[in-house]
């Protein structure tokens, strides 16, 4: 397998991950506060696994969630804010980054079903004015290439490759820095200058814009805002309440406060990502949303499942979905990264599970150890289940 295809499509990527690495696990010295009840086998597994994740001197927080043959459960760690002992609940809110990439994915599927898009289709017949350098060699990109990271658009819109040249800093926090103030007005601006050094669809280019702007496509497609669309197409009907971009006062009280590796406390993401990694959501509310895609009882669900790239037999794409293939089982999973958080959320549909991890620390091996967590979790919750890359 190519070295990309076992990266995990972080909303900030950090580069690619060895696959042959594996994770160093520290020795428990202090058990980390927790209401893990301890009384079922479940219990147990969390237990082992999470107590080595917060054995990471840069640990936090930490929810997980798990959906298996109809029952959820959910458990968590550490604090929602250093120099504190408050535990996280499952109503505690985290940004989940590049997990948001699924909703519009998932957005963009429900346009497909009510027959308003096509997969297919040319962005530029949803954009006002003349993209000529939206095509190479008389193709054009496709809307759900906006989703497979195979559009040839930019990492982010501002593009300014040199910035993310000094590697001591996170690229996310990079990114954090160029979108302060960085209007709707100036992504289109900058979406003309774009050119394309590909033809779309046969060359991986990890994108926030691709998803960004397909954010905004939708919104023009159902005249609405991109959150309103979240709301009455997927939240609304799931009952995920707490989930949503914009955070009311009384709600910044539940949210968590998110740390880098050394500790300091990471300022908020612009919301101007939108669909790429505006969203924020609950442990309680991603199990909801992981049911719903472990059952795969919706068309709307079934079509974000269908790759778009890939070997349909083992590594494929879907929309944003990452999704592996084994002996008959699927993983299908996508994470995300920004300065102080890290998420996971996998559905493994065959074996009526699902697990949520998050987190409020980031560094370089924050995302690595959610992943060697989260199949600690599912082999021994049940050995079918797909090894996730790491």
């Not at 109809?70 to 458990?75: D, K, L, N």
């Not at 989930?243 to 009311?248: A, D, H, N, S, Y």
């Not at 669909?275 to 509310?285: R, Y």
């Not at 996508?334 to 074996?351: A, H, K, M």
Request: hydrophobic fraction near 40%; charged fraction near 20%.
């Amino acid at each position: 397998m190519n070295a990309w295809l076992i990266s995990a499509f972080l909303l900030f990527p950090y580069g690619l991950i060895n696959p042959k690495r594996s994770i160093a696990i520290p020795t428990l010295l202090k058990k980390a506060l927790t209401d893990n009840p301890l009384k079922t086998s479940v219990d147990t597994i969390v237990e082992q696994a999470a107590q080595q994740f917060m054995t990471a001197p840069e640990s936090v927080g930490l929810s997980v969630g798990i959906f298996k043959d109809g029952q959820t459960y959910v458990y968590n760690y550490g604090t929602v804010e250093k120099g504190k002992q408050q535990l996280p609940t499952s109503q505690t809110i985290y940004p989940i980054a590049s997990i948001s990439k699924t909703f519009t994915g998932a957005l963009l599927a429900q346009a497909v079903v009510e027959k308003k898009v096509k997969l297919g289709d040319d962005i530029r017949k949803y954009l006002t004015g003349n993209y000529p350098n939206l095509e190479y060699a008389g193709q054009p990109i496709r809307l759900f290439h906006l989703l497979n990271h195979r559009s040839g658009l930019p990492f982010l819109l501002p593009d300014v490759p040199d910035a993310f040249a000094n590697t001591a800093i996170p690229s996310s926090a990079i990114a954090t820095e160029l979108l302060q103030n960085y209007t709707r007005a100036d992504f289109y601006e900058d979406l003309h200058k774009v050119k394309l050094d590909a033809m779309p669809g046969h060359m991986f280019k990890y994108s926030n814009a691709g998803a960004q702007l397909l954010g905004y496509i939708l919104e023009r497609v159902y005249n609405l805002p991109f959150e309103n669309l979240v709301r009455l197409k997927l939240t609304q009907p799931l009952a995920m309440d707490d989930t949503k971009i914009e955070l009311t006062p009384s709600e910044q009280v539940s949210f968590a406060k998110g740390y880098n590796c050394t500790g300091v406390q990471m300022p908020p993401i612009p919301d101007q990502l939108q669909g790429a990694g505006a969203l924020k959501s609950t442990v309680a509310d991603m199990l909801k949303y992981s049911q719903w895609n472990v059952k795969e009882e919706t068309e709307v669900a079934k079509l974000a499942h269908r790759p778009t790239w890939g070997d349909i037999d083992r590594y494929s794409a879907g929309l944003n979905w990452q999704m592996l293939k084994s002996s008959g089982y699927r993983a299908i999973w996508q994470d995300g990264n920004i300065p102080g958080y890290s998420s996971l959320c996998v559905n493994y549909p065959e074996l009526n599970m699902g697990i949520v991890v998050l987190s409020n620390e980031c560094d370089r091996k924050t995302a690595s150890r959610i992943t060697a967590l989260t199949n600690q979790v599912a082999k021994a919750l049940d050995e079918r289940a797909v090894v996730l890359p790491n």
